[in-house]
């Protein structure tokens, strides 16, 4: 997916209207807690700002019911990104009407303004497809994206974790504009660098690691990886439902009885393909479900009342070897439960074994979502090649399924 870049845009004058991705996480006092979204998004705004844009940000935060929310406003992050750029952002308390279109004209080059969420809206949110059944929908979509396009010359998307959404903002704004520059900002084209050129042409031996809770979450994964990695580990609570394909007993452990079938049909497509499904030979079980609870560790089946919460430690082991020589690796989803110790030891050991392989040159693709945080809190950032900023988009781009909002972008 070879997109052009704001790079080759001339932006001096002109007014660029940026889709950004500050949905961070806001404590009580509505203070931002963890800045990662923001931070990553300054190189595009800073490189517009330097070449003489005024700029025009919009983002969503959260899941307010189409209508404005204190608590979910972007005003903190205005004020943050204020701090960071060295320069007053302005906040505008809507993202659309004639207060917002008469402010976006008077910005001068180098100025940046922040819309309010736009989830405060609900036309933002209304699926295409749902859209396309009801013309009333259409109607007030369409009129929603030609109000936030009316504002500018050029659109920048920088958003990859809303890359798989069909949003307004994000799909319908640049077909509005289209016949202006509609181009990716540094943020997605590093995305699209890792993500994309990796799946199609990555260095071997190529692992993947699948975690998580439900294998119907991953089933899509799974079954687009299976002809490209040369093997498969999976850990956290959707390999119990491959032990029960096998016949194995599970206890208490969450299973998804309905994907049961479904996990031995991919058991034995991975045969027929060649790849290796690695499957944990151990697990952390306990009878309880909270921090610090009584635990041991089980090999073969989970007896009832009994409930698997981590991979075992010959499991890490095993887990560790396989990605020994590894030359590409793309991880998502944790081994266990690893917000609650002393169940997080599955996943701090993969992580510290995917750092590692990293260096000893192998690519690492950290997939977003729980992997990500298990390797930012562990202080491993630094020691892999790239972390997704996207969980849900990372895991439909693994799925191979094709983003409308960048297919419509200009190619490069």
Not at 182 to 200: M, N, P, S, W, Y
Request: charged share 30%; net charge negative.
């Amino acid at each position: 997916m070879a997109k052009k870049t704001v790079a080759q845009v001339d932006v001096k004058g002109k007014r660029v209207l940026m889709r950004v991705d500050f949905n961070v996480p806001l404590d009580e006092k509505q203070e931002i807690t963890n800045d990662a979204r923001i931070t990553k998004a300054l190189p595009t705004i800073r490189h517009i700002l330097d070449g003489g844009g005024s700029l025009i940000l919009m983002s969503h935060l959260g899941r307010p019911k189409g209508q404005p929310d204190p608590k979910y406003s972007l005003a903190p992050a205005a004020k943050r990104l204020g701090e960071l750029l060295g320069k007053e952002v302005i906040f505008a308390d809507d993202c659309i009407g004639d207060d917002v279109k008469t402010a976006a004209a008077a910005l001068p080059p180098g100025a940046v303004m922040l819309l309010e969420n736009l989830r405060f809206r609900k036309e933002e949110t209304i699926k295409d497809k749902a859209a396309k059944e009801d013309a009333q929908l259409r109607q007030a979509k369409d009129d929603f994206a030609k109000e936030l396009a009316s504002l500018a010359d050029v659109y920048v998307d920088d958003a990859f974790g809303t890359a798989h959404r069909d949003n307004a903002s994000m799909y319908t704004v640049p077909m509005m504009m289209e016949g202006k520059p509609r181009v990716i900002g540094f943020l997605i084209e590093k995305e699209l660098k890792f993500l994309g050129d990796t799946l199609a042409d990555p260095e071997r031996p190529f692992v993947a690691i699948l975690g998580g809770a439900k294998v119907s979450d991953k089933i899509g994964v799974i079954e687009n990886l299976l002809r490209k990695v040369d093997r498969i580990l999976i850990g956290g609570a959707m390999a119990y439902t491959f032990f029960k394909a096998q016949g194995r007993k599970v206890g208490n452990s969450l299973c998804e009885d309905d994907f049961v079938e479904k996990a031995n049909g991919l058991i034995e497509e991975a045969k027929d393909v060649g790849c290796e499904i690695v499957l944990p030979v151990d697990t952390v079980v306990a009878q309880e479900f909270k921090a610090g609870a009584a635990h041991q560790v089980v090999t073969g089946d989970i007896e009832d009342g009994w409930e698997g919460l981590d991979i075992g430690p010959e499991t890490q082991t095993v887990f560790a070897s396989k990605l020994e020589g590894a030359k590409t690796i793309v991880w998502n989803g944790p081994m266990g439960v690893f917000e609650m110790p002393p169940f997080d030891a599955g996943t701090k050991a993969v992580a510290e074994a995917v750092a590692r392989a990293t260096s000893r040159g192998a690519r690492s693709i950290i997939g977003g979502g729980d992997s990500a945080s298990a390797i930012v809190n562990m202080g491993l950032e630094d020691q892999v090649s790239h972390i997704s900023t996207g969980g849900g988009a990372s895991l439909e781009f693994l799925e191979g399924k094709k983003f409308k909002c960048l297919e419509i972008l200009d190619e490069k």
